[in-house]
């Protein structure tokens, strides 16, 4: 029972594989589907850079075994853009240069993007206390929360898609 | 940063995960995964079996009972942290809920994984120790009830035997217009807290105390109930002395010391937050401070 089958939904579209049990989620989305936009940072849970979501929320995909995920819906960084054009929020990370490197920018995209879901109007503080767990090493927090608010804004104006 | 190979199980009833767990050598319970999963990831952990409770019902669930909010262990924290009926009967624990890890481990976390993994600088202990809280842990041998206050034994060290796990948690209920309050100090919001408080207090009629709770975590090597700071309250009218000399017991604890802070820092923070925590939950309870 060390291999286990497991069929998951990755951005719409469904993948079964006959896994190892210790395989993470991160690595079953990187090595097993090739989708690297799920980047892998400190792989212990701290950097949230391999945010995704799971069921809708977030959720970090180096502390899940792939098998737990079995049945579940994922959406990863690849997924907010299904058309190639940026969802509003990614074209607010460019506008208002919400990345440097862009190590850590595929876990704030998903982060916000489940805190702009419940969250149309959010404060600085409240896109602040979200962002806790991601981890920016270019030091680019202010454009980050920039961006966030410009794309709260742009949806409730609805001059975004 | 890979864990080491081992079996995975994924139980639907709560029976079958008891059986597994007594008969699979070198088992784990496997809850929400967001301290576990790290160890292994370390192999500070190597299991070489993983009991999933993801799947397990019984397991699930919130509900008013006899005066206790009971919650099953596999509760998600952030299904706890949006629950109307923890808003309603145990604020204590929806204020605290804020404070534990960040929206991602929330959305995994559970509140069983959390007490198990009894990490001394954890907020949910804390808040079951203050509240006086009733585990229900279960094993081939049925299922037994535990005060928290017997819990946590040492150093991420718990009374669970090696086949039980938690199966549901139980917060007596306090008078509804009781007050709490809940402060730590942190690098970071998030992050493990240096030192922490939480209070509650039912104040009646002259804004005398009828009762209190007051538990530290992150100070000593598991979370403390200031057992002094509550008896100097008890019967007082409360103001802004009362909260200070009762705040003062917190000097009697004996805290550790580590890289992240010294003993003395730490009591000095006891003091300052449980203060903080009391002043809170005084003016929640109605009372002018």
């Known amino acids: ?10 951005n719409g ?8 049990a ?15 936009g799920t980047h892998l940072g400190c792989e212990h849970g701290v950097c949230g850079a391999c945010t995704v979501l799971l069921d809708g929320r977030s959720a970090r995909s180096c502390l899940m075994f792939a098998v737990q995920a079995n049945g579940c819906e994922i959406t990863t960084v690849e997924g907010l853009s299904p058309n190639g054009e940026l969802s509003v929020l990614q074209q607010a990370f460019m506008d208002n240069h919400g990345l440097q490197c862009g190590f850590c920018t595929p876990g704030m995209l998903i982060t916000l993007t489940e805190l702009l879901r419940e969250n149309a109007d959010p404060s600085e503080q409240d896109v602040r206390e979200a962002l806790t767990g991601n981890l920016c090493r270019c030091t680019g927090y202010a454009g980050i929360v920039k961006a966030a608010l410009d794309a709260a804004r742009q949806t409730r104006d609805g001059s975004g898609a | 940063m890979k864990p080491a190979p081992f079996d995975y199980h994924a139980p639907r009833q709560l029976k079958d995960a008891a059986e597994l767990l007594a008969s699979l050598p070198n088992a784990r319970i496997l ?3 967001q301290s576990l999963v790290p160890m292994m990831n370390f192999r500070y952990v190597i299991a070489d079996h993983l009991i999933d409770l993801g799947h397990v019902e019984d397991l699930r669930g919130i509900a008013v009972i006899d005066g206790h909010l009971r919650m099953g262990a596999m509760m998600r924290q952030h299904e706890l942290e949006s629950s109307p ?13 804020r404070h534990v890890g960040h929206r991602q481990t929330r959305n995994r976390g559970t509140i069983g994984g959390s007490l198990a993994h009894a990490d001394p600088a954890a907020e949910l202990p804390a808040v079951c120790l203050a509240s006086d809280a009733v585990l229900h842990l279960a094993s081939v041998r049925g299922l037994r009830a535990v005060a928290f ?18 199966a549901a948690v139980e917060l007596p209920i306090w008078r509804l217009g009781h007050g709490h309050g809940f402060h730590e100090f942190a690098r970071r919001h998030g992050d493990f807290a240096l030192a922490g408080a939480a209070a509650l207090l039912d104040i009646g009629a002259g804004g005398v105390v009828r009762r209190a709770a007051l538990a530290l975590f992150g100070v000593a090597e598991r979370p403390v109930r200031v057992d002094a700071a509550e008896a100097a309250l008890l019967g007082k009218a409360i103001d802004r002395a009362a909260i200070r000399s ?24 006891a003091q300052v937050l449980s203060a903080r925590a009391l002043g809170d939950a005084a003016r929640r309870a109605g009372v002018e401070i």
């Open chain 2, 246 to 269: 009762a705040a003062a017991a917190a000097w009697l604890i004996e805290p550790i010391s580590d890289i992240h802070a010294g003993g003395d820092y730490r009591r000095h923070l």
């Open chain 2, 149 to 166: 206050r017997d819990f946590p034994v040492g150093y991420m060290a718990t009374a669970l035997a090696p086949d039980e796990m938690i």
């Open chain 2, 31 to 33: 809850a929400g995964g």
């Open chain 2, 85 to 97: 009926e923890v808003a309603r009967h145990c604020p204590l624990l929806a204020e605290a809920l």
């Open chain 1, 1 to 10: 029972m060390a291999k286990q089958a497991t069929r998951i939904t990755v």
């Open chain 1, 22 to 36: 210790r395989l993470t989620l991160a690595d079953f989305l990187r090595h097993e589907l090739g989708l690297t």
């Open chain 1, 13 to 20: 579209k469904s993948h079964a594989r006959v896994v190892e």
